[in-house]
């Protein structure tokens, strides 16, 4: 079956630091990978979607490389601040729907 | 653009009674609406895929007798729980997107406590 593997362990970085996030993924060729941003008590927000024939996207301090070979996608932040910390979510598009990932937990502290 | 917003934000039920979530698309036309819950410190969890003016697709285990899926146009989606119970309590997220499998719109959810 589908399976998606996030780190399981909560991410702790000092401020201004590059926080990487991976995303692992096994029995599934997803046309698209996409990260979202939840904080708690609140609904997921979209960060950025990348298709399986690109190898990177960026959005401001956000990069998400997508290695289809390796079925894994990281997800960076650069200079990352205090109010980066939340929880993120890698999701893979199929069918119709996405599968998410258990989310990694990610703490900056000043 | 791209808000989704849902009603209430929280309820407390007794044990036996329905309760009725509103996911509404504010500002586009959502193809399709998705309900997920998601327990604490848990991903979310795909309850049912819900497109306008036809029958919800349930995920397997979801009983789509106690979750009552209704989309009634292009920017509203409602979830009701039946004869809820205190294993319903849960928080319940719905989204809404233009296209299935691209970006989704996430409501702020709603925590439903069931006494």
């Known amino acids: 079956s589908q399976k998606i593997e996030q780190n399981s362990e909560a991410l702790n970085i000092q401020e201004g630091k590059t926080a990487t996030l991976t995303c692992n993924y096994t029995?599934?060729?997803?046309?698209?990978l996409q990260w979202y941003r939840q904080d708690p008590g609140r609904g997921p927000v979209f960060l950025l979607l990348?298709?399986?024939?690109?190898k990177e996207k960026r959005k401001e301090r956000l990069k998400v490389t997508f290695d289809t070979t390796l079925k894994q996608s990281l997800f960076h932040i650069t200079a990352s601040q205090p109010a980066d910390s939340a929880t993120y979510l890698c999701?893979?598009?199929?069918?119709?729907?996405?599968?998410f990932g258990q989310g990694t937990e990610l703490s900056v502290k000043p | 653009g791209a808000v989704v917003s849902q009603h209430p934000s929280w309820v407390i039920c007794k044990s036996g009674t329905s309760v009725k979530i509103e996911c509404r698309s504010l500002?586009?036309?959502?193809?399709?609406m998705f309900w997920y819950r998601q327990f604490p410190k848990q991903s979310l969890m795909l309850m049912a895929t819900?497109?306008?003016?036809?029958?919800?697709?349930?995920e397997q285990g979801v009983e789509k007798d106690k979750f009552l899926i209704n989309h009634a146009s292009l920017t509203l989606s409602t979830l009701t729980v039946t004869s809820a119970h205190p294993e319903d309590s849960s928080f319940y997220i719905c989204?809404?997107?233009?296209?299935?499998?691209?970006?989704?719109?996430f409501g702020p959810g709603t925590r439903l406590t069931v006494t």
């Open positions: 500002d586009f036309q959502a193809t399709t």
């Open positions: 999701a893979l598009t199929g069918g119709g729907k996405l599968i």
């Open positions: 990348i298709r399986e024939n690109e």
């Open positions: 029995n599934y060729s997803p046309a698209y």
């Open positions: 819900s497109n306008e003016g036809s029958k919800a697709t349930y």
């Open positions: 989204s809404a997107c233009r296209d299935p499998n691209r970006e989704q719109y």
